[in-house]
């Protein structure tokens, strides 16, 4: 059976969409499509329940009394053709745009151009945490450098780091869908040969040391890997985290630190963060 979704189209003046949408994804929606006033948010239905749209509507009715809301349910292959009406290629940075596979040819100049195939759920670059860890990558990876990429999902974060130089890429996540999705983005960008992308946990991945560890998942998950990642990075290597809100840091600072973490530097943007961490205060 086709895997269905939950979609809900929101209204609201265009000034609240930022707020709401750190609030969808840690309901547990899994896609975002912005218009002029409006959003649609897609929500996996095996997660939706009730008090789903019960916290969805008192949330954003506390923001803007006159929201409206429309629900419908969608398969998954309608949904890969109505985001190909709202998905266009987009400028992460002066340097980095993403491209959906149907517009491959798209001219992005001097800039890096990322050729992703859209799927639900698995990141198009639109969301503030994979633009935190984008934005940072060209100041954190050196030329030939090996990384590993926790949580994979579309695989953008390993194509960026492999179009910056990256001689060794290690990707991971535990969604078959997700690395089907990473495996086919990484054939269209021509890097099969430097990115490895597998299905697994990180406790399943093979100890290596890596120079840079990309870690976007969610604050429960990274609470858990503080630890773990310490067996994975090279004495002077880097790590950055994100899919973080602003009221997560103080614990998440608390665990790494307790771990041997330095927390080197902290991005912010909306109310999501990416933290920058080094095994050495020296660094």
Not at 17 to 29: D, N, Q, R, V
Not at 83 to 101: A, G, L, Q, S, Y
Not at 160 to 189: C, H, M, S, W
Request: proline letters at 5%.
């Amino acid at each position: 059976m086709s895997k269905q979704w939950i979609e809900i189209k929101i209204t609201l003046p265009s000034e609240y969409l930022e707020s709401i949408s750190s609030y969808l994804f840690a309901l547990g929606s899994s896609g975002l499509v912005e218009e002029d006033n409006a959003c649609t948010v897609y929500f996996p239905e095996e997660n939706w329940i009730p008090d789903s749209y019960v916290l969805l509507r008192s949330f954003c009715k506390a923001l803007y009394p006159d929201v409206r809301f429309f629900q419908s349910r969608v398969q998954a292959e309608n949904w890969n053709e109505n985001w190909k009406k709202n998905f266009h290629p987009f400028r992460i940075t002066k340097n980095c745009i993403i491209v959906p596979d149907w517009e491959k040819e798209y001219d992005a100049g001097d800039a890096h151009k990322i050729i992703i195939s859209p799927k639900m759920a698995f990141g198009t670059g639109h969301h503030e945490t994979t633009k935190l860890i984008l934005r940072l990558l060209p100041e954190y990876l050196n030329p030939q450098a090996s990384v590993l990429d926790a949580g994979t999902g579309s695989a953008i974060l390993s194509i960026y780091a492999a179009q910056l130089g990256a001689e060794r890429i290690t990707a991971f996540d535990p969604d078959p869908d997700a690395v089907e999705n990473a495996l086919e983005n990484i054939k269209l960008n021509g890097f099969q040969t430097r990115i490895a992308a597998q299905v697994a946990t990180l406790h399943e991945i093979e100890k290596n040391e890596f120079d840079l560890i990309l870690a976007n998942i969610n604050r429960n998950v990274l609470l858990t890997l503080a630890e773990p990642f310490t067996h994975f990075i090279l004495p002077e290597g880097t790590l950055i985290l994100s899919g973080l809100l602003e009221h997560d840091f103080d614990r998440v600072n608390e665990t790494y630190a307790a771990a041997g973490w330095y927390l080197r530097r902290k991005e912010q943007l909306g109310e999501w963060l990416a933290l920058v961490w080094v095994r050495n205060a020296q660094e």
